[in-house]
């Protein structure tokens, strides 16, 4: 068993997992680390179970509906191999009528949520990652769009297989894709011909791609198909466990609303000794802002903690970003929702709208919730909203006015 514990937000988090999770043990990650003596708030466990040994079929029949009792199957769910797991199984019926119990279950993994002993289950397969059949039927969510998916894809280290991207190659990528960071079109994995393959054709059809480094590997983003693959070269020393580490940061969200807490997807940083946080969508300029401060102690530029103390809020580090200055906290003295312009502009925002973006923004969370704590999260995003000032903030690429910043926040 190996275990990691981590403390963000003054909440301490255990990770107990079957196989290493280096890539939570590793970079900003080690900064947030504790003894894994102290005692967790929350605790998680990561189960990896061997196809190999699994039972040739589930059970039918009475045994059947007892086991899947009050289990959200999602579509695909009963096809998951891990069910016919006798160690899934016998965790199923020992949790059976648990309250404040959810178990999802989804085609390549389960999830039994433990909101009254503050818990989480995550069960996956051996195979956990690997690619999908093309012919699955897609699950279409509300807004008529395809459900994300997510893929694990071997890249190849070859040299002579990983050449220079010819120049009419790499002219059309930073023509018609977009990358999060100028350099990313220099990384070696995008030279890898199965990186190259698949981004030739999803640009063929896509309305945007969108490209990023995580870990050792490359994250393509196709948006017109709803899907983030996720290339590693395995010499790199990167596995789908690794990969794995990428859920932690939603599985990490759901029980702050027990602590008075919301993760917030945001960027933001210390200034004076007030936080500000940057709200935005995905290359939308959060981490272009923190890129135009000079010197300023960096909270993260994607995820933030923000939690409700006394009669204001606190805004925490967290690790789950590429750019943070480790551990810190200030009192949150003002959200700006960014939008790209020619010039600098600050311009008030009315709260009834920034509560109804930031709650369906972060859904991917609070949907999970059970009632009251659903309601308490409702209350935490209102309350954010109405008592800390909110601003649009207009703001040309290579420039930010932070003593309009700091008076926004009076200081």
Not at 45 to 51: M, Y
Request: include cysteine; hydrophobic fraction near 40%.
């Amino acid at each position: 068993m190996f275990v990691i514990t981590h403390r963000m937000g003054r909440i301490t988090y255990r990770i107990e997992a079957d196989v290493p999770l280096p890539r939570l043990d590793e970079g900003h990650f080690a900064n947030f680390r504790v003894g894994d003596d102290e005692l967790p708030d929350v605790r998680y466990r990561f189960h990896r179970i061997e196809t190999a040994s699994l039972e040739p079929d589930f059970p039918k029949g009475e045994e059947e509906e007892q086991l899947l009792q009050g289990v959200r199957l999602e579509p695909g769910g009963l096809a998951n191999p891990i069910l016919r797991s006798l160690q899934v199984q016998d965790w199923l019926r020992n949790n059976q009528g648990q309250p404040g119990m959810l178990v999802q279950v989804q085609p390549d993994r389960m999830i039994g949520y433990d909101f009254s002993r503050q818990g989480i289950d995550f069960f996956y397969p051996d195979t956990f990652g690997q690619k999908e059949q093309e012919n699955t039927p897609r699950r279409m969510g509300p807004d008529g769009r395809p459900v994300p998916r997510f893929y694990i894809r071997k890249a190849s280290l070859d040299p002579q297989a990983n050449a220079c991207l010819p120049t009419e190659e790499r002219e059309r990528f930073l023509r018609e894709v977009e990358f999060i960071s100028p350099d990313l079109i220099d990384l070696p994995t995008l030279c890898a011909p199965e990186v190259r393959t698949w981004l030739r054709a999803s640009l063929e059809h896509a309305e945007k791609v969108i490209i990023d480094k995580y870990m050792d590997g490359l994250i393509v983003w196709n948006q017109h198909q709803n899907t983030l693959n996720f290339f590693f070269i395995p010499e790199y020393g990167d596995t789908p466990e690794g990969y794995l580490a990428v859920s932690f940061r939603h599985l990490f969200a759901t029980f702050l609303p027990q602590f008075s807490a919301l993760m917030v997807h945001s960027s933001g940083l210390i200034r004076n000794g007030r936080a500000a946080l940057f709200l935005a969508p995905d290359s939308g300029g959060k981490s272009t802002v923190l890129k135009c401060s000079d010197g300023e102690q960096l909270l993260n530029d994607d995820q933030i903690i923000v939690r409700r103390e006394g009669e204001g809020f606190v805004a925490y580090a967290t690790p789950l970003g590429r750019l943070t200055s480790g551990p810190g906290q200030a009192p949150l003295g003002g959200l700006f929702v960014l939008e790209k312009a020619g010039a600098f502009e600050l311009e008030p925002v009315a709260p009834a709208g920034l509560v109804k973006r930031l709650w369906e923004e972060h859904n991917i969370y609070t949907s999970l919730l059970p009632k009251a704590l659903k309601l308490r999260a409702f209350d935490l995003f209102y309350d954010l909203c109405h008592r800390v000032p909110a601003y649009k903030m207009r703001f040309p690429r290579d420039r930010v006015d932070w003593g309009a910043v700091e008076a926004a926040m009076g200081v």
